[in-house]
Antibody, heavy 122, light 108 residues
Framework: QLHLQESGPGLVKASETLSLTCTVS??????????WGWIRQPPGKGLEWIGT???????YYNPSLKSRVTISVDMSKDQFSLRLTSLTAADTAVYFCASEAIFEGSNWFDPWGQGILVTVSS | SYVLTQPPSVSVAPGKAARITCGGN??????IHWYQQKAGQAPVLVIY???DRPSEIPERFSGSKSGDTATLTISRVEVGDEADYYC???????????FGGGTKLTVL
């Protein structure tokens, strides 16, 4: 059974770059049945898809964040990572990583990591 | 970009059925997935492919779709079902994943 765990700083400064890592256990990140996604949730608000990376490194990004986001995968460590540049207070959120199942032309997220709160300070 | 519309809130008495809707253009041609998020926790998948249920999810949770609206139905609602519920789809034309705005279910 897959388990995902986010890691990274809980506090970053405005204008700087956020780097988060998601470690996958209980399965291989190289599996072709899954892709790997990042989703965030500002305090008191809904879920926002950030982007997804395939095991082959192909990426898909939310157009509203595309200019600032890079998602990559490291199969040797069973990890995938998020990099978000030029941070502002609006990037303060809980960041979740999740496994994205691919099946018969649709994708869904299951399971999710527990999430990590990232606060952007001025 | 594609938009999924959910009511901000739904209230229901214990033991009754709750219905949470998710609307979108031409949603009938797309697969809808539903997540439950309890306070302070990560979302959990409760329905995928419109109406399939993960094995660990109670049979009280079901999904359906008609026209441009998908519906999550929770039968015999319990206090423990109080949570935020989100619908989600994959927009094939753009390769984007889209979440609805979420619905807060309150058990009266």
């Amino acid at each position: 059974q897959l388990h995902l765990q986010e890691s990274g700083p809980g506090l970053v400064k405005a204008s700087e770059t956020l780097s988060l890592t998601c470690t996958v256990s209980g399965g291989s990140i190289s599996s072709s049945s899954y892709q790997w996604g990042w989703i965030r949730q500002p305090p008191g608000k809904g879920l926002e898809w950030i982007g997804t990376v395939s095991s082959r490194g192909r990426t898909y990004y939310n157009p509203s964040l595309k200019s600032r986001v890079t998602i990559s995968v490291d199969m040797s460590k069973d990890q995938f990572s998020l990099r978000l540049t030029s941070l502002t207070a609006a990037d303060t959120a809980v960041y979740f990583c999740a496994s994205e199942a691919i099946f018969e032309g649709s994708n869904w997220f299951d399971p999710w990591g527990q999430g990590i709160l990232v606060t952007v300070s001025s | 970009s594609y938009v999924l519309t959910q009511p901000p809130s739904v209230s229901v008495a214990p033991g009754k059925a709750a219905r949470i809707t998710c609307g979108g253009n031409n949603i009938g041609s797309k697969s809808i997935h539903w997540y439950q998020q309890k306070a302070g926790q990560a979302p959990v998948l409760v329905i995928y492919f419109d109406s399939d249920r993960p094995s660990e999810i109670p049979e009280r949770f079901s999904g359906s779709k008609s026209g441009d609206t998908a519906t999550l139905t929770i039968s015999r609602v319990e206090v423990g079902d109080e949570a935020d519920y989100y619908c989600q789809l994959w927009d094939r034309s753009s390769d984007h994943r889209v979440f609805g705005g979420g619905t807060k279910l309150t058990v009266l």
